[in-house]
């Protein structure tokens, strides 16, 4: 693949993308779909298992609202991606 549009990116940086894209609007509800064209993360479908991960190590909070998965970063999600803010 050659002619590829994907291109090795370094490592955690779809999670420094996708948390600071939630840090932006810290109190706002975002669906994944959202949160993936915020972050600039592609294909869409991919940040669906990235947003479970994140839930997991309590960086991001997961709720349902009418009937769709939404997102919204916890005080540990918002201090990881100021501290990487800081350091880059």
């Known amino acids: 693949m050659a ?3 994907r291109t090795k990116v370094g ?16 109190d706002l509800w975002w669906t994944v ?13 991919r940040m669906y298992t990235y947003a479970l991960r994140l839930a997991r190590y309590d960086l991001v909070l997961r709720a349902s609202l009418d009937g769709h998965c939404v ?12 501290l990487r803010r800081a350091r880059c």
Do not use: D, F, M, V
């Not at 779909?33 to 479908?45: F, L, S, V, Y």
């Open 3 to 5: 002619n590829s549009i």
């Open 11 to 26: 490592y955690n940086t779809a999670k420094r993308r996708a948390l600071e894209a939630l840090a932006r609007a810290p």
């Open 33 to 45: 779909k959202e949160w993936a064209r915020e972050a600039e993360i592609a294909p869409t479908r």
């Open 71 to 82: 997102y919204r970063i916890t005080t540990k999600g918002h201090e990881l991606a100021r």
